[in-house]
């Protein structure tokens, strides 16, 4: 059994238990809520309930955890499945859906995400899920005080951070840049956007079942990312210590330790930002930089609702979810960033999230995050997949190994996992 459909009795336990809690405490004078299985939790959990809220029936929402899909495949295994599911990754979606697990759907009328995302939800042609909230993972965050002119181009973030690297080794400043290492989804972000800008047509060649993992652009990829972190200096502590950095810790190395004056992540970085920030100064955002000035890469993330087969009150909710006046409680909150490009403008409170719909709406291409795209194990979780395949590529660079030696093995490895995984080659 592959990691992703190991099921541990702790985790079935779990999951029954939480089914049987929402029966017993999901009843009202409506009749039983529609149950909704969510991966937010904290700042993203309660507005998307005051969402749901103003729904005509009771909804009770679950936070099924960062292993959604441990939870989902106990809850089915114990016949308790949730009416809806919000799923981070599409693989999940159409896996699911070929299993017989979900109801196809279709959106409100009028509901519309950029060329190129609604077919990532579609199985043997039929729509099984609906995108519900995006993330942009193509920006770099800063202090305007400490960087007042950000880079535009790669060439001149390589220069950057060597010359800042120089600094930071004689003990003049901070490092330049700051990575959640310890996360390998971080490290998976930054070859997707260097990727994206590389060799954009190979991008989406990779999701392809006999995507080459050995070929030109992976390599081309990699060599640009050990251009950068290979620089000595160049993270706070070095590569061994930021191996150990999770995401959160990188933001706050910026916003508040001040011990880098960079970090690179999306969109929701922003919710750290405003938890840690040293002072009354907001951090400022840059596009991650490419080839030529004003044409970096935009990757997107998101989230898409599903509905569990048989469950007919799960396709009436997920479709009210797609209408673009749902979500406005959240906009009203901040933090939410829809996919929906019909949602007016003038409906985000969060001038960032405004700026950043406004790019997603203008950008040429829009690309979705690659890694959860993937199948099977090789899409990645902590210690297994892609994940852990770029943790050792960013191990090696950053530990003098040679950059064609680092890349010969990181392709190998990607090659292995991706045939294993039956997504390429």
Not at 62 to 82: E, K, M, W
Not at 202 to 225: H, T
Not at 308 to 330: I, N, Y
Request: with cysteine; hydrophobic share 45%; aromatic share 8%.
């Amino acid at each position: 059994m592959t990691a992703s459909g190991r099921t541990s009795r702790r985790t079935l336990l779990r999951a029954t238990a939480a089914g049987a809690a929402t029966i017993a405490t999901g009843c009202s004078e409506g009749g039983r809520a529609v149950q909704v299985a969510v991966v937010w939790s904290g700042g993203e959990l309660a507005p998307f309930r005051a969402v749901v809220a103003g729904y005509h029936a009771p909804v009770h929402v679950v936070s099924a955890g960062n292993d959604i899909d441990a939870f989902l495949r106990a809850r089915q295994l114990a016949g308790t499945s949730p009416d809806v599911a919000i799923l981070p990754r599409p693989g999940l979606v159409t896996e699911y859906a070929r299993r017989g697990w979900l109801s196809p759907l279709t959106p409100a009328a009028g509901h519309t995400v950029p060329d190129g995302l609604t077919r990532l939800l579609h199985a043997d042609g039929q729509p099984y899920g609906v995108w519900v909230k995006a993330a942009h993972k193509s920006l770099f965050w800063c202090l305007p005080s400490v960087l007042p002119q950000p880079p535009t181009t790669w060439d001149e973030l390589v220069a950057l951070t060597r010359r800042l690297a120089a600094r930071a080794r004689s003990g003049d400043g901070p490092a330049p840049l700051a990575v959640g290492a310890a996360d390998g989804w971080v490290l998976t972000d930054w070859f997707e956007n260097v990727l994206a800008d590389v060799a954009p047509d190979g991008y989406d060649a990779l999701a392809a079942p006999l995507g080459d993992w050995q070929g030109r652009p992976v390599r081309d990829a990699l060599d640009r990312l050990a251009e950068i972190w290979s620089i000595d200096g160049a993270f706070p502590g070095g590569g061994r210590r930021a191996l150990l950095t999770q995401y959160e810790e990188s933001v706050i190395q910026v916003v508040h330790t001040r011990r880098a004056v960079t970090v690179f992540e999306g969109d929701f970085a922003d919710g750290v930002a405003r938890r840690f920030r040293r002072g009354v100064e907001e951090p400022s955002t840059f596009r991650f930089p490419g080839t030529r000035p004003g044409e970096g890469p935009l990757i997107v993330g998101g989230d898409a609702a599903v509905a569990f087969a048989g469950a007919h009150s799960g396709v009436e909710l997920v479709r009210w979810l797609t209408d673009a006046t749902v979500f406005r409680p959240w906009l009203r909150a901040g933090g939410y960033l829809s996919p929906d490009v019909a949602v007016p403008l003038a409906d985000y409170a969060d001038p960032l999230r405004e700026r950043l719909a406004r790019e997603m709406r203008t950008a040429g291409t829009v690309r979705f995050d690659l890694s959860d795209r993937l199948p099977g194990p090789f899409t990645g979780t902590d210690g297994v997949g892609i994940w852990r395949i770029m943790q050792d590529f960013f191990s090696d660079v950053t530990d003098a190994v040679p950059a064609a030696e680092a890349i010969r093995r990181c392709t190998k490895l990607l090659s292995a996992a991706a045939r294993g995984a039956g997504g390429g080659r």
